[in-house]
Each structure stands twice: as C-alpha cells, then as structure tokens.
C-alpha cells in the first residue's frame, strides 16, 4: 500500500497500489510536506517494510529506520 510518513507516524496511507506516488501525494496533501517521507508499505522475507518512492528520491531501497519503526506500529 503507498503511504506517508512525518514525525514518527505514518499519516497517510492508500490501499490503491494503481495510483503513482506523486498521485497519492497530490490527492492527500497537494505537496510532500516539510520533514515528510512516502513510499510503498511491502512484507520482505515476511516482515512489513517501507520502501522507498523512486519518484520522489530516485531509487527505491528500504526507509530510514524511524520509518520502519512507524509502519510496523501502525500496520503490525
């Protein structure tokens, strides 16, 4: 599922894996807000993990460890 994550919790989530990255960021909050990070909430070797938006940091690799911390404890 694609979601956004900001100050130690994820803030937006989307269910709707046909939407862009960039399309999901315009219809919840116009513009990736300040300190904000989106991406793509998956299961890696059966574990929940946020990946990266490529389009919006150029490559797609695992989030920052306070993003990890934030999907597990909203989606686990």
Do not use: C
Not at 6 to 24: A, C, Q, T, W, Y
């Amino acid at each position: 599922m694609l979601m956004m994550a900001k100050d130690g919790r994820v803030i937006h989530f989307n269910p709707n894996m046909s939407l862009p990255h960039v399309e999901f960021v315009r219809r919840t909050t116009g513009k990736l807000p300040d300190g904000a990070w989106v991406g793509t909430v998956s299961k890696l070797e059966g574990e929940i993990a946020a990946i990266s938006s490529k389009y919006f940091y150029g490559y797609q690799l695992p989030g920052p460890g306070w993003v990890q911390k934030a999907v597990q404890e909203a989606f686990e």
